[in-house]
């Protein structure tokens, strides 16, 4: 079911969405060649402890996935998609691309965001990738707004990622977000204009573009989370949570600013 979100729920999805986005530029400053990825996951917890925040993926169930996420955040690197495991034996090394994908529970409602880093200086072929990922999440966000559509969005995330010859992830998409981490619509990063649930005002979505340099294809690891590329090209992931407005869009996760 849609949620509509009233003036007090925008106050706690606002401080939940702030959280996300001060753990995300916080990791940012932490990312680096010899850092691996159980440290990130233990400094996202931390930061998390000290909002009295709650970590929301961290015993995430799943169905068909025998054992709950272990992690605050999902930390999938270079070729992994989305939903990698944190662990002391992954570490990060010079020209590596972290994708960090996190939320946070406050006040009874979600916060959530991803962003992909580099590690050290990268290849321009992966610079390429980060900035059509994060250029068709913007484009996917500027369409939001009172009477558009999840197509419209879908549309402009695929168009923007198409043009530039790279590959879209089709099995994952964004969708509502509220007193639970998932919740109706779904928004697709792909769709024709004017197709699909109508936005409106109230309603807090999630957009998250995920795109390889390769084939569109992606399979998931024996750990029943981790999700790679087929061809074993490289992936990227953006996020915002993003408030429906009269005039546009809010964005509810600032972690670009």
């Keep these: 079911m849609i949620t509509f979100k009233n003036d007090p729920d925008l106050v706690a999805m606002r401080k939940a969405g702030k959280v996300v986005a001060d753990v995300l530029r916080h990791l940012r400053d932490l990312v680096r060649p010899g850092v691996d990825t159980w440290t990130l996951d233990q400094a996202a917890e931390e930061l998390l402890s000290k909002e009295n925040a709650k970590p929301a993926f961290k015993g995430y169930r799943v169905p068909g996935i025998p054992k709950p996420f272990p992690g605050t955040i999902c930390a999938s690197i270079n070729q992994e998609v989305v939903h990698g495991i ?16 996190m939320g946070a529970l406050v006040g009874g409602f979600y916060g959530d965001a991803a962003c992909t880093y580099p590690v050290g200086a990268i290849s321009e072929a992966r610079e390429k990738l980060l900035a059509v990922t994060l250029n068709g999440l913007h484009e996917g966000i500027a369409c939001v707004r009172d009477g558009a ?11 923007t990622v198409l043009a530039e010859g790279c590959g879209l992830v089709r099995e994952y998409a964004g969708h509502g977000i509220g007193r639970h981490l998932h919740e109706s619509p779904q928004v697709p990063n792909y769709g024709k204009p004017g197709t699909g649930i109508t936005l409106k005002s109230r309603m807090t979505i999630c957009i998250e573009p995920m795109v390889m340099s390769g084939k569109e294809a992606v ?6 989370w981790t999700v790679v590329t087929v061809d074993g ?13 009269a005039e546009g869009h809010e964005i509810l996760t600032p972690w670009e600013t």
């Design 86 to 101: 944190p662990s002391k034996d992954r570490v990060l090394v010079e020209g590596d691309i972290l994708s960090v994908d």
């Design 149 to 159: 559509t999840v197509g419209d969005v879908g549309h402009a995330v695929e168009r």
């Design 219 to 224: 399979k998931s690891l024996s750990d029943g």
């Design 233 to 245: 090209s490289d992936a990227a992931h953006f996020e915002h949570a993003v408030l429906v407005t």
